[in-house]
DNA sequence: CGGCATCCGAGTAGATACTG
DNA sequence: CAGTATCTACTCGGATGCCG
């Protein structure tokens, strides 16, 4: 199975060197590509941010029947990031009983593009990754 | 700014219904998404898969010197899942001292690519993340 | 050199109960 | 409805020491 030409590869690593090259000593330590990829890239929040795609716009609870097995304390607490970073807004009307609506901004919907990007890589090569780990422990 | 356009968010939409289409109750209980993203989206594992990226084959000590902070527990455990998860390769060279090679797989190369494109675009755009979050503390 | 075994501390998630 | 508060359980990371 060859999944990439080095072809590929050589454009990769020219990008790479651009990037590694950018980065001095302090960035190395602080990095911002760990920060941000750490929030962004936790499963919950993918599960928020991949749902508010594909609804437009979800209510706490509707969300909390949508992303499977989450609790009130962790779904309050990303959304709170979330927002904070910008990936998502919150509306909150004085109804009784209240009503508070979520939906992307647009900086979320240019991650919901890359996110669509990984999770079609991952649907791909999910059953090789499962068989593999399978036939490591075999051994 | 307008980071993106109401054609990309239909484009958009009408993936993650294809996507959400095709997965059934169960999947979204077990969901090979969170589990294959949960490990190719961790902040160590991203950090390997970058630098043996730029560098094509990597020992022990000289990739627990790059990943700035990893300690060698992490760094063989991440290494062990990495493998079996069919990501990197390792050789062992029965010399004294022994000698041990990292380096990606095709499959990992082509995992490499889709980091990229991440990366790529969180270079761009996380310092207005940073941004963002700083102004949301303020209030 | 390339790890593994062990221990310990901190953070995090989940369950439950409660409130504006 | 949309959370917060609290407590517990558990995982995870770091440090250290040792070994083939």
């Not at 509707?62 to 709170?80: C, D, H």
């Not at 919150?90 to 919907?109: C, N, S, W």
């Amino acid at each position: 199975m060859k999944t990439i030409t080095d072809n590929q590869k050589v454009r990769a690593a020219k990008k790479l060197k651009k990037m590694f090259g950018q980065m001095d000593r302090r960035q190395m330590e602080y990095c911002p590509i760990r920060d941000v990829m750490a929030l962004a890239s936790d499963k919950w929040s993918i599960l928020i941010i991949l749902y508010l795609g594909y609804y437009p716009v979800l209510r706490f609870n509707q969300l909390q029947k949508k992303v499977y097995g989450i609790s009130n304390k962790v779904l309050s607490e990303r959304l709170k990031i979330l927002e904070s970073d910008g990936y998502l807004s919150r509306k909150m009307y004085a109804e009784v009983p209240i009503r508070v609506e979520y939906q992307l901004t647009d900086f979320g919907h240019s991650y919901l593009d890359k996110l669509i990007d990984l999770t079609e890589w991952i649907t791909t090569y999910s059953d090789d990754v499962i068989a593999n780990r399978a036939k490591y422990q075999r051994q």
